[in-house]
């Protein structure tokens, strides 16, 4: 399997970029992907793993009425989920509902619960926190933060609170901490930046250049992972902040996405617009590595921390998204439109 792919694939009619794990379905592996045409009329695709892991099935094809430029599945409710959109000439974001899940597979339109529509600059994404059900939301602007109480059953969004980057930071993304509801990190062109929800205030900072995405680790609080345009790919304990604790080699052109297993300690993927997806095994430190679920041998036994390199696609990967039922299981995201999905199991019993 180096340097190439034995996964299964889907093809989108399309071109896309977002794709997400739908967490709240827990009796079967899914996940949910939209398309990005400005022309055409877009898509979301809700697709499933056959039960003899052999396809995947689409289960739900839906209507957007805009290009699809983020897309996040609810925690809690399988059939809710988060759109950021464009019209060409704007952006905008909703919560979005799936009428009826499974058999129907050309189904109505998809039913608007909310629009977060108090944002006047470009909205880059929505963040739900991703332990549990909360009715809190995040979306984030070139500019500001805002955190959002949602009721599905009122079908309402209303703005709680509402905090500026300041004038010399423009926001591109963020991650909520999977530990801490009251804990965001954004980040933007020059810095990580982290809130504290309750005052929307800043706590810290860490200082680098062109950082493209950032993802916690699920398993162990203060860990955090940032992708970056020519550095690499850094792993942080946010408990010292200066430096990395551990860095590991970049894709050959911008590495643009980066994620964490929900499960197991150290396995991270990264994507880039190398047309490649590599994963990697890379526990932060002896203590960590003597008490975790490692499943591969200690890395200081390894020759390199990279597993495997999933090379087999044609256009820019942008999106990843980890199996939780499964968690051997992840999801990738050409722009092409094709979603593969691959099995990390052949390197679980890596002795």
Same mark, same amino acid.
């Given at each position: 399997?180096?340097?190439?792919?034995?996964?299964?694939?889907?093809?989108?009619?399309?071109?896309?970029?977002?794709?997400?794990?739908?967490?709240?379905?827990?009796?079967?592996?899914?996940?949910?992907?939209?398309?990005?045409?400005?022309?055409?009329?877009?898509?979301?695709?809700?697709?499933?793993?056959?039960?003899?892991?052999?396809?995947?099935?689409?289960?739900?094809?839906?209507?957007?009425?805009?290009?699809?430029?983020?897309?996040?599945?609810?925690?809690?409710?399988?059939?809710?989920?988060?759109?950021?959109?464009?019209?060409?000439?704007?952006?905008?974001?909703?919560?979005?509902?799936?009428?009826?899940?499974?058999?129907?597979?050309?189904?109505?339109?998809?039913? +608007?619960? =909310?629009?977060? #529509?108090?944002?006047?600059?470009? *909205?880059?994404?929505?963040?739900?926190?991703? !332990? /549990?059900? %909360?009715?809190?939301?995040?979306?984030?602007?070139?500019?500001?933060?805002?955190?959002?109480?949602?009721?599905?059953?009122?079908?309402?969004?209303?703005?709680?609170?509402?905090?500026?980057?300041?004038?010399?930071?423009?926001?591109?993304?963020?991650?909520?901490?999977?530990?801490?509801?009251?804990?965001?990190?954004?980040?933007?062109?020059?810095?990580?930046?982290?809130?504290?929800?309750?005052?929307?205030?800043?706590?810290?900072?860490?200082?680098?250049?062109?950082? +493209?995405? =950032?993802?916690? #680790?699920?398993?162990?609080?203060? *860990?955090?992972?940032?992708?970056?345009?020519? !550095? /690499?790919? %850094?792993?942080?304990?946010?408990?010292?902040?200066?430096?990395?604790?551990?860095?590991?080699?970049?894709?050959?052109?911008?590495?643009?996405?980066?994620?964490?297993?929900?499960?197991?300690?150290?396995?991270?993927?990264?994507?880039?617009?190398?047309?490649?997806?590599?994963?990697?095994?890379?526990?932060?430190?002896?203590?960590?590595?003597?008490?975790?679920?490692?499943?591969?041998?200690?890395?200081?036994?390894?020759?390199?921390?990279?597993?495997?390199?999933?090379?087999?696609?044609?256009?820019?990967?942008?999106?990843?998204?980890?199996?939780?039922?499964?968690?051997?299981?992840?999801?990738?995201?050409?722009?092409?439109?094709?979603?593969?999905?691959?099995?990390?199991?052949?390197?679980?019993?890596?002795?």
């Amino acid at each position: 399997m180096q340097g190439g792919s034995s996964g299964i694939g889907y093809g989108l009619k399309y071109q896309a970029r977002c794709i997400s794990d739908v967490k709240a379905d827990t009796d079967h592996t899914s996940f949910i992907t939209g398309t990005l045409s400005l022309r055409e009329e877009n898509e979301v695709h809700l697709i499933r793993l056959s039960s003899g892991g052999t396809e995947l099935i689409c289960e739900g094809l839906f209507s957007h009425p805009n290009e699809i430029w983020d897309l996040a599945s609810c925690p809690f409710d399988q059939r809710i989920f988060s759109t950021v959109f464009s019209t060409g000439e704007s952006y905008g974001a909703a919560i979005w509902q799936i009428s009826e899940l499974y058999g129907q597979l050309n189904s109505p339109q998809l039913e +608007r619960i =909310a629009s977060l #529509d108090a944002h006047v600059a470009k *909205i880059n994404c929505v963040l739900w926190w991703p !332990s /549990g059900r %909360h009715d809190k939301l995040l979306s984030i602007d070139d500019e500001n933060l805002f955190l959002w109480t949602l009721d599905c059953s009122k079908k309402a969004a209303q703005v709680q609170s509402k905090e500026s980057s300041g004038m010399l930071h423009y926001l591109s993304g963020g991650a909520w901490d999977p530990h801490d509801m009251n804990a965001v990190a954004t980040t933007c062109e020059s810095s990580v930046q982290f809130w504290d929800l309750r005052t929307m205030k800043k706590t810290n900072a860490i200082e680098r250049a062109h950082i +493209r995405n =950032a993802n916690y #680790d699920m398993k162990k609080s203060h *860990i955090l992972v940032t992708a970056e345009d020519e !550095s /690499g790919i %850094h792993i942080w304990d946010l408990r010292k902040p200066k430096s990395p604790a551990k860095e590991l080699p970049g894709h050959t052109h911008w590495t643009w996405a980066v994620t964490c297993n929900p499960e197991y300690d150290g396995l991270i993927l990264s994507a880039g617009t190398d047309s490649t997806v590599n994963l990697w095994q890379a526990p932060i430190s002896a203590e960590d590595k003597a008490t975790s679920e490692s499943i591969t041998e200690p890395l200081n036994q390894q020759a390199d921390p990279l597993l495997n390199s999933y090379s087999d696609y044609e256009d820019s990967v942008y999106g990843l998204a980890w199996s939780s039922r499964e968690p051997w299981i992840f999801a990738s995201l050409s722009y092409d439109g094709r979603v593969v999905v691959e099995s990390v199991k052949p390197f679980l019993s890596r002795k």
